[in-house]
């Protein structure tokens, strides 16, 4: 399998973030309306078996990755003060929740002085309406004006994919990218929101010997025992899932919630391998009360990361 970098441009405003689990979902609808039902079915063979077709990652500001969930202890440089590192400056710290890309092979700590604040997301409320079906307009009651939120991201995002290129192409993935911006991401797509351009797609390496753990780029459900529990970290993240487009309008859209740890998840594998993985996680089936078919994507593609402490 091979990692690629797919730099999106959005061209309006989103109702859904981008993540990888979600964009994941969209993919396998755009497969189904490009090549057809059969070819999903063969793609998603061996998917709860450890042999996914693609991992999709979050989208992220083009040239970072979101900062790792971590303790300050793995932040803090070797010989610092602890003065230099009171509450003032870990609220300081925390703002800052973006890492530059070409600094992700630094051991954590000296990665403080890189973190940035970037502005990545931009919130607006906008006014819509609810349209009586029986007369076209918005005529007061549940058809009356509302707020909505509405936000904009900032800049050119970056999409990371595992690709397993004996199953599908890069060319491939990159039109059915085209054809999700242009249909829409999320809710309210039918409506113009979650639109975007492809920039550009290119296969990319970070390679890092010395990574001792593996950082998430998008919520997953790892396998168990295969992580260091005392020396990984995270956020849960549940997904409350709910089914896309024609199933959209099913008489039960709702998915089973599935527990996740979030995207930016520290995990330090019991066993080392000589390379870090591309992706971590596992497919995981049963969501569906209506459709036996579908998987979430508990996947998740990882960089390695050399996570050193100090003493505090």
Known sequence: MELYQIDIAPTGGFYTQIKGDTLFGMFCWAIMERFGSDRLTTLLEGYTDNRPYIVLSDAFPKGYFPKPVLPFSYYKKEGQKDDEFDVKNRKKFKRREWLPADKIALPTNQMGDSFAEVLFIKKTLKTANSVNPETNHASGGKYSAYMTDQFYYQGELSVYAVIDENRITADEVKGLFEQIGLTG?????????????????????????????????????PERNEFDEDRSFYKVFVRFGRHGNKAALSNNPFKIPVLTMDTGAVLTPKQKANKAPLFTGKGIKGVSLTDDRTVFQGYAPVIGLTAKETAI
């Open 185 to 221: 991401y999320g809710k309210k797509a039918s409506s113009g929101g979650g639109k975007f351009s492809v920039q550009s797609m290119k296969r990319i390496s970070f390679d890092n010997p010395h990574y001792t753990a593996l950082l998430t780029l998008a919520p997953c459900v």
